[in-house]
């Protein structure tokens, strides 16, 4: 058998052609065609304290490929405004290293600078040329003033870098020689895409944020479904963003904000947005607080409502076996039951996965099957993780129909 030839450099020469097309001057630009579309997401969250004149080399991977690429910077959690003086656009080569000719600066309303207000966010200005599918961008911002409360997402389950000083024009590796497994104040990056190219956000918890997957591999379950979108033939949904928070609630805060409170800034305010898959509950169910089915289905129902009211289809997920883990108890059992009955039966989603069903083991459907278990018997491993993509009917997710 012939060894499989590798794609990289093919894929390298891809972004440096399409990463390195200088801009074109104004009177030639032509009126832009397509639509805009995330590509990238993570969800924001306080991220400990701000440090002044520290840059962040932020590696994330897109799903849908397109051109004028945009970024956007949050800062959802700060106290106050924070200054961002230089911000660049690669493609990863290896570690902090990016590859030549591609590193290029973004502009904010044609600044080279922009200050984002306590609790808002800011988008950067397209950034003409092509991104390719499936592909390690790099992200490099540098702020003077960073203080107070710092915004991010916390579990990347990928490797950045950190610099002091801005070092964010060059694309070698030196002056970054520090390395974070958190994004900060990166949550969205949008292309724009041939028209009728739509996304899905994937809203959940640790085993949507990635957990136990394989660091740096893009092995969580959204990454496959997003390579699944790429291949297919049938759908327009091309687009995939992880918005899920490790730790993360249908209806408390505490991990991050729940589901029902962030669902307008990290679900419906993305551009291209055509379906929500809701994949969340197993934290509100073990927690023992209380809450019962009928708070849970009430929850489900109000994301539904406001997904629908957007123009946003929504898929259930149901929620997946957790016995063993420390938590589990028959009572956590019988409430998870009664949530998994709701969403498979009861018509209130536009379409329903069964992770359950393809999670369990066939001799104990209260235990997660041990090949796909990582060993906490709750998070499944990389196997788990690309069952459960494999297992999302793409029909659903194109909701080619609109919601119901």
Request: glycine share 12%; net charge neutral; charged share 20%.
């Amino acid at each position: 058998m012939r060894p499989r030839r590798s794609r990289v450099p093919f894929l390298v020469a891809l972004a440096v052609a399409a990463l390195s097309v200088p801009a074109a001057p104004a009177t030639a630009r032509t009126a832009p065609t397509g639509n805009e579309v995330i590509t990238w997401g993570a969800s924001a969250d306080r991220l400990g304290e701000g440090v002044p004149d520290r840059g962040y080399r932020l590696v994330v991977h897109t799903s849908v490929g397109g051109g004028d690429l945009r970024i956007r910077l949050s800062n959802a959690f700060g106290d106050r405004p924070v200054t961002f003086d230089s911000v660049y656009a690669g493609v990863q080569a290896a570690g902090a290293e990016l590859v030549r000719g591609t590193n290029r600066r973004l502009t904010f309303g044609g600044a080279r600078s922009v200050t984002v207000p306590a609790g808002a966010t800011v988008s950067s200005d397209p950034l003409p040329g092509r991104v390719p599918a499936e592909t390690n961008l790099v992200i490099s911002v540098h702020s003077p003033d960073a203080a107070g409360p710092a915004t991010g997402h916390g579990m990347a389950m990928q490797t950045s870098y950190t610099s002091q000083g801005d070092h964010t024009a060059q694309e070698s590796a030196e002056n970054w020689g520090s390395t974070i497994g958190s994004w900060f104040y990166l949550d969205a990056v949008t292309i724009r895409a041939s028209f009728g190219t739509g996304a899905v956000v994937a809203l959940g918890d640790s085993i949507t944020d990635g957990w136990q997957s394989s660091t740096d591999l893009n092995r969580r379950w959204p990454d496959y479904l997003a390579r699944r979108l790429q291949k297919s033939g049938t759908t327009t949904v091309k687009g995939v963003a992880n918005e899920g928070i490790s730790g993360n609630k249908v209806l408390a805060d505490g991990a991050g904000q729940s589901a029902l409170n962030r669902l307008d800034r990290d679900v419906l305010s993305h551009p291209g947005v055509r379906t929500v898959f809701v994949f969340e509950g197993v934290n509100d169910i073990k927690a023992h607080t209380g809450v019962t089915a009928q708070d849970m289905i009430a929850g489900y129902r109000k994301i539904i409502e406001r997904a629908h009211a957007a123009g946003k289809c929504v898929v259930g997920a149901t929620v997946g076996p957790f016995k063993g883990w420390s938590e589990w108890d028959p009572a956590a059992e019988a409430l998870r039951q009664e949530v998994n009955a709701f969403v498979r039966d009861s018509g209130a989603f536009d379409a329903v996965t069964d992770f359950d069903r393809v999670l369990r083991s066939p001799y104990d459907h209260e235990r997660i099957l041990p090949f796909f278990d990582n060993g906490d018997h709750l998070h499944p491993n990389d196997k788990g993780m690309q069952a459960m993509a494999d297992a999302v009917d793409l029909t659903g997710v194109d909701c080619a129909s609109g919601p119901s």
